[in-house]
């Protein structure tokens, strides 16, 4: 079967197959719930069969045109680095998608939540195989659609405010990037970027588009409305943060800066400052704050700066670094968010200070969440060291060892505030009411927290497809 096929699937089975939710709806509750998640289960599956192709291919690069109006191409790029983040994402929505199913038993709007949930996660495969600006942008903004009716779910007020402010903030950045796109088209006429390697491209375009990235990954100072958005649910929160939205302008980056353009040298010089100084600001604010999700949201924001950096440095090392984070923060970052839904719902509050002694009531959570937080602070053997480790390294190879620096004492600041929300709700002086979630929820983050320790045993299998990925892309710009 021709590899388009499976890349076409991996977009439009989820895009169209979201829209058929609600009628299926209409039909059956039990039949809607299992076609969402057989719809996630098949946007895992499909990019599979793309490995084998990518693996054996010299090139590492299949590149399929499909003419569209005004001569915009719908453009396929498949190569390591798509497949790598596309098996990453959709495997992780898969298990929220499964997960939901008892998490937001009844509630209202389930025929929405599930059509946007599988929608988002098209959406970012979508991007994550455009080699098209104009449809990159495209399907940025479904995400965009999708996350703003997710994070207002619940329908209060409030949420809603802060619904907005999300899709505002995000989308005014993707509107400035889109500027920044139009003003590379006039000077190469294109928006195929695998027509416009190794072009140089203005210091302005480079502001344009990275106000778009660090609004969509949420980098300081417009990461404001990633904490607000925790006031959605539990599973929206963590596809939020660990399969598909904040990782979209992460993998754009990677795209438009690491395989498509040679960006000029005081934006190089200034990106990892930028973005280890938002990341040193959000795991400040994540010391003080109280709430699980802002607390687990502030973590988020620190914690993508190292996928930047690890991109920025254009080594070998730095980029399957931070190739390997977004799989490994996609695992743990799930499995504490998840693990904060069932807190959530057993106990009916947020605040740690009202938390403790959880661990009693709640002792496969606990364990889950424990370790899903070695993985992010980065304790070896579990993956998230080795992802660290890379970004760390790639960056003293780069010839930034302040730089490096500031990645290790944001390492350490990830320990604490971590290590003092866990005490916080598990431990501590408090006797917290509470009981574990359904077996199915229970049974996920036990999983996600397996893997976030399994990743690291046999770091050979992911951390090799990640070098894979690492060199194809910087062979594409030499």
């Known amino acids: 079967m021709d590899i388009s096929f499976y890349a076409l699937g991996t977009i439009f089975v989820p895009v169209i197959g979201s ?31 793309l490995m084998s192709y990518v693996i054996k ?7 399929f045109r499909y003419p569209f109006i005004f001569g915009l191409d719908f453009i396929l790029l498949i190569d390591a680095l798509s497949v790598f983040v596309s098996i990453v994402s959709s ?17 209202e709007f389930q025929d929405e939540y599930y059509m946007m949930v599988v929608m988002f996660i098209g959406s970012m495969m979508g991007l994550v195989y455009s080699g098209n600006l104009v449809f990159m942008y495209l399907f940025w903004e479904i995400a965009a659609i999708c996350s703003w009716r997710l994070i207002g779910f619940y329908r209060y007020p409030e949420h809603i405010v802060k619904a907005d402010k999300s899709f505002l903030i995000t989308f005014f950045g993707a509107v400035v990037m889109l500027f920044g796109f139009i003003q590379i088209h006039g000077a190469t006429h294109t928006f195929d970027m695998t027509a416009m390697r190794t072009v140089p491209v203005s210091s302005f375009a480079v502001f344009l588009i990275l106000i778009g990235m660090f609004s969509k990954s949420a980098t300081f100072p417009l990461h404001t409305w990633l904490p607000d958005a925790g006031v959605a649910p539990s599973t929206v929160t963590s596809l939020l943060h660990a399969a598909v939205l904040v990782k979209i302008g992460v993998y754009a980056y990677a795209r438009i800066f690491c395989y498509t353009f040679n960006i000029p040298v005081e934006w190089n010089t200034a990106i990892p400052v930028l973005v280890m100084f938002s990341s040193l600001v959000s795991a400040g604010a994540a010391l003080v704050e ?42 743990a970052k799930a499995g504490l968010f998840l693990c904060a839904g069932i ?41 998230g060291f080795f992802s660290k480790f890379m970004v760390i390294s790639g960056t003293v190879e780069a010839g930034r060892p302040g730089v490096a620096f500031a990645g290790l004492l944001i390492a350490v600041m990830t320990a604490i505030y971590l290590f003092r929300l866990f005490h916080a709700v598990f431990l501590g002086q408090g006797n917290t009411e509470g009981h574990e979630g359904s077996s199915l929820m229970v049974g996920i983050v036990v ?32």
């Open 19 to 49: 829209i058929t939710i609600p009628i299926i709806g209409l039909l059956s509750k039990k039949l809607r719930n299992l076609w969402a998640v057989l719809l996630g289960i098949a946007t895992f599956i499909l990019p599979l069969f």
């Open 57 to 63: 291919d010299p090139s590492g690069e299949f590149i």
């Open 91 to 107: 495997f992780i929505g898969a298990l929220i998608l499964l997960y939901s199913i008892d998490y937001i038993a009844g509630n």
């Open 290 to 331: 109280y709430d699980i999700k802002r607390i687990l949201a502030l973590s988020t924001v620190s914690q993508i700066g190292y996928i930047f950096l690890g991109f920025w440095t254009r080594t070998v090392m730095g980029v399957a670094g931070a190739a390997l984070f977004i799989l490994m923060h996609g695992l």
């Open 343 to 383: 807190i959530e719902h057993g106990t009916g509050k947020r605040d740690i200070r009202q938390l403790g002694g959880l661990f009693r009531s709640m002792p496969f959570t606990a364990a889950s969440f424990l370790l899903c937080i070695f993985s992010v602070i980065g304790i070896p053997p579990f993956g």
């Open 447 to 478: 999983a996600l927290a397996v893997l976030s320790l399994m990743a690291g045993v046999f770091i050979g299998l992911s951390g090799g497809f990640a070098e894979l990925s690492a060199i194809h892309l910087l062979e594409k710009i030499k």
